[in-house]
């Protein structure tokens, strides 16, 4: 399976953010997208995903297994600034709720919760209200989550911000065992995600205000 | 779905949840009322429906605004979206969900605060039952206001404002059922029809809208 | 209804709020203490638990 | 050690839950005793003495409903004293207190309120009245629901505490205010048809059962009052071991991790 981009641009407000960005990842291949802030990485990832309106161009899905899936968005897992877990609800009743409510994606499947913790290094807490743990554990638990339903696709926006060097190594590992299972994944990061050979998109970091309209 | 839904009930029991908070916001108010009209107990009797489903329609509006801003806060909401399951059919459940955590206490507690309006059984049981079939059709056109505000810095009195106009029909239908039911001329029967149409109505507009209105809220 | 009905109402609904009460609070209690042998029975134990008496 | 730090210490030891927890251990089955035994006398009196030649069986009513109003009010009495101690001394028990005393009296005032309004039907005719008494009672019930409803959306205990304190003691404050104008309200508009609540004065014959069954319910209130801070505090405790917990939880992790490598 490969993910397509072709020619994506993107505007938020008046402004467009960025402008023909192409790329074609395939089974088992990692892309970092690259570039100071405000290059708009977050908008393109949020935009792959669909979760805001293209301006022009197509994300697409192509090879086998392609038709299992209405649309590019249900193919991925999107791992946000936010964990999207509840401070309310235990760590389990959280995964649990993601597990069943995500369901997997046709070719694989996730993983248990109890051994989803233990891959993120967070084993044996996952009884804790999510509201107890620290910063870097909930983070690690919303990693978790990426493995207890399986998606193909993953794409990750500045997953390791707030993570010290271990949890780096550990999400590094994360990433690697998917792709080996013949995942794909889409990170935007300023720091080395460890991954090897992956490839690259420097997004230019340009704004153009809106030419025509108010100008 | 019913992840969606156990979820949904267990954080509005939870310590922080709006399980309880409508049920005493709708007491509050209706106990207010004799303080404003005096305690004369015929006209609290006659007044009692209107209070009571003004009371309810309050009450059910309040903590409309947390359907979706929570899931938005913490980032669930883009996972919702993402997701396969229709988003209708999401919205849907969660208005379920937020139905039964708020709308049906409200109705539960509608005849002991009958008690307080010194109605008569009739009229207790016309209001339970118009509550019960009414205050689902709050919710569900509620849920398309909340979508709406979802965005917004102090969306919570938005919603109200925007949801209580939309809702006039509801409580137009659910009252006159209730003074049919009471008062022997009047039929009690068209008046409950036109609620439940209501009702009916609103669960397929204000999913589809909410749904809409979530999507195009994303940024 | 003749006024005895009203008496025994009145003692139902007064026991049954006491049960329940009662119940509420046993029932607490047994939540609890069972968390609490579940965090033990983790190893997880407080601090100053060996050093308090 | 230094003299001042052995004070604290002193002052915190009288606070401390764990001397509570072994206290309170040792006395609630002695007070669940003596409360039986209360209800057990109290409950025989109500059925032996005979009934009111005016209210009939209905007086029995009065052995239920006179005392459990009057915990209504002690039980907010209680709550009150407690968020003083929350303010002023910053004792964590008075936290513990003033947050289980409020279900506690909750329940005591809706079966005042359920008892009066059972006694009413049959003597005046009407479930409810908005008679100046009934009503300062119902307003404090929805204080009792409110309390609740405040503590159980502040997730943080402490912080909780201190907001509930405020306004137990605002209420106390509020309570002679909203009696006052209840009933300036009442004599405003009462229909002079309502039969008023004040009866003949009492007759040692229904004193007694009175008596005895006020401080059966006043022993009930203090048992499980104690018996529902002994479980706050143990729900406090498991907080802090979960807190802890994930602590160690992610500092072993992140050993295992350095080992790995």
């Not at chain 2, 039952?129 to 849920?143: C, D, E, K, R, S």
């Not at chain 4, 309200?185 to 007759?203: E, F």
């Not at chain 4, 009175?210 to 405790?237: C, G, K």
């Amino acid at each position: 399976m490969r993910l397509v981009a072709e020619r994506l641009s993107a505007r938020r407000g008046e402004d467009l953010i960025f402008r023909d960005i192409s790329f074609d990842i395939g089974a088992g291949e990692a892309l970092v997208v690259k570039g100071p802030n405000g290059s708009g990485k977050s908008t393109l990832l949020r935009v792959v995903a669909g979760l805001l309106p293209r301006e022009t161009g197509k994300v697409r899905l192509v090879g086998e297994g392609d038709h299992a899936f209405e649309t590019v968005a249900s193919a991925c897992h999107y791992l946000g600034h936010r964990n999207a877990m509840k401070r309310e609800l235990t760590v389990e009743e959280n995964l649990r709720f993601w597990k069943d409510f995500a369901g997997d994606s046709a070719g694989d499947s996730g993983i248990g919760i109890d051994a989803a913790a233990d891959a993120v290094g967070l084993g044996g807490i996952v009884h804790l209200p999510f509201g107890y743990l620290s910063a870097g554990q909930q983070r690690r638990m919303a990693m978790a989550k990426l493995l207890v339903a399986w998606r193909p696709v993953w794409i990750l926006d500045e997953p390791t911000a707030a993570l010290d060097a271990a949890a780096e190594t550990m999400f590094a590992g994360l990433v690697k065992a998917h792709l080996s299972r013949g995942g794909l994944a889409i990170a935007a990061t300023h720091q080395p995600l460890g991954l090897g050979a992956v490839k690259e998109l420097h997004m230019a970091g340009f704004a153009e205000a809106s030419a025509e309209a108010w100008a | 779905m019913t992840a969606l839904l156990v979820r949904d009930l267990k954080l509005a029991v939870r310590a922080g949840g709006g399980a309880m908070i409508g049920v005493l916001f709708f007491m509050t108010v209706v106990a207010v009322i004799p303080f404003g009209v005096g305690p004369d107990l015929n006209l609290l009797a006659r007044i009692g429906p209107a209070i009571l489903w003004i009371g309810a329609l309050l009450a059910a509006l309040l903590g409309l605004d947390r359907l979706f801003q929570a899931e938005r806060e913490d980032g669930s909401l883009d996972l919702i979206l993402m997701q396969e399951t229709p988003l209708v059919l999401t919205v849907l459940v969660k208005c379920l969900a937020h139905w039964i955590a708020t709308g049906l206490p409200l109705v539960i507690a509608s005849p002991l605060l009958a008690l307080f309006m010194n109605m008569d059984a009739p009229a207790m049981a016309a209001t339970m039952l118009t509550l019960l079939v009414g205050t689902p059709a709050i919710t569900f056109i509620g849920a398309a206001g909340a979508a709406v505000a979802v965005a917004l810095p102090r969306g919570g009195l938005l919603v109200s404002i925007l949801v209580l106009p939309l809702a006039i029909p509801v409580l137009i239908f659910g009252v006159s059922a209730v003074y049919a039911a009471v008062q022997e001329p009047a039929p009690f029967l068209p008046p409950f029809l036109f609620l439940t149409a209501l009702t009916l109505v609103f669960a397929v507009i204000g999913p589809v809208a909410a749904a809409a209105a979530l999507r195009a809220s994303t940024d | 209804m003749n006024h005895a009905t009203y008496v025994a109402a009145a003692y139902a609904a007064a026991f049954l709020t006491v049960a329940a009460l009662i119940l509420w609070v046993w029932l607490d209690g047994r939540a609890r203490r069972r968390e609490l042998a579940a965090l033990e029975a983790a190893g997880i134990r407080r601090r100053s638990a060996g050093e308090a008496r | 050690m230094s003299e001042q730090s052995l004070a604290i210490r002193k002052f915190s030891d009288l606070a401390n839950p764990t001397r509570f927890l072994a206290l309170s251990a040792i006395v609630w089955p002695w007070m669940a005793a003596a409360t039986a035994l209360f209800f057990a006398i109290g409950l025989y009196l109500c059925f032996s003495t005979v009934g009111d030649y005016q209210q009939g069986e209905t007086v029995r009513i009065m052995y239920i409903h006179v005392p459990a109003a009057w915990l209504s009010m002690m039980c907010y009495s209680v709550m009150a004293l407690s968020a003083l101690g929350t303010l002023v001394w910053r004792h964590p028990l008075a936290d513990v207190s003033a947050k289980m005393a409020a279900p506690i009296g909750a329940c005591f005032t809706f079966i005042a309120l359920i008892t009066g309004s059972l006694w009413g039907k049959p003597m005046w005719g009407t479930w409810w009245v908005w008679d100046a008494r009934l009503t300062s009672v119902f307003v404090l019930f929805l204080m009792y629901l409110g309390l609740i409803a405040l503590n159980r959306a502040v997730d943080d205990p402490t912080r909780a505490a201190r907001v509930s304190a405020i306004l137990i003691l605002v209420g106390f404050v509020n309570i002679p205010i909203i009696k006052f104008s209840v009933d300036w309200w009442n004599t405003l508009h009462q229909p002079a048809s309502v039969i008023r609540l004040d009866g003949p004065t009492i007759d040692p014959e229904f004193l007694r059962p009175l008596v005895v069954m006020a401080i059966a319910f006043t022993l009930l209130f203090f048992t499980l009052h104690i018996l529902a801070m002994r479980n706050e505090i143990l729900r406090r405790r498991v907080a802090t071991l979960r807190r802890l917990a994930a602590r160690a939880a992610g500092h072993g992790a992140a050993a295992r991790e350095e080992t790995l490598r």
